[in-house]
């Protein structure tokens, strides 16, 4: 996935952020929304959140907009 792509569905990925993953809370997504470059910026959230390595954190990113896209 690249930044253009989690650009155009950064709502649709902000509005389920908590339901995915609980530790995230709106502080957090704030900061995201500041960030030149949010999909880094998430990417390094779920790494300090989760301790996830960013090509996981990046893996589960896709997985989870994945499932959304077959609802």
């Known amino acids: 996935m690249n930044n253009?792509?989690?650009e155009g569905k950064w709502?649709?990925?902000r509005g389920k952020s908590k339901e995915w993953w609980s530790l995230i809370n709106d502080i957090d997504l704030s900061r995201?929304?500041?960030s030149a470059v949010k999909l880094?910026?998430?990417i390094v959230l779920l790494q300090?959140?989760?301790?996830y390595t960013k090509q996981y954190a990046r893996e589960?990113?896709?997985k989870r907009i994945g499932e959304?896209?077959?609802v």
């Open 40 to 42: 880094d910026k998430y």
């Open 32 to 34: 995201v929304d500041k």
């Open 11 to 13: 709502g649709q990925i």
């Open 48 to 51: 300090v959140k989760y301790g």
């Open 4 to 6: 253009n792509i989690f």
């Open 60 to 62: 589960e990113i896709v």
């Open 68 to 70: 959304q896209e077959t």
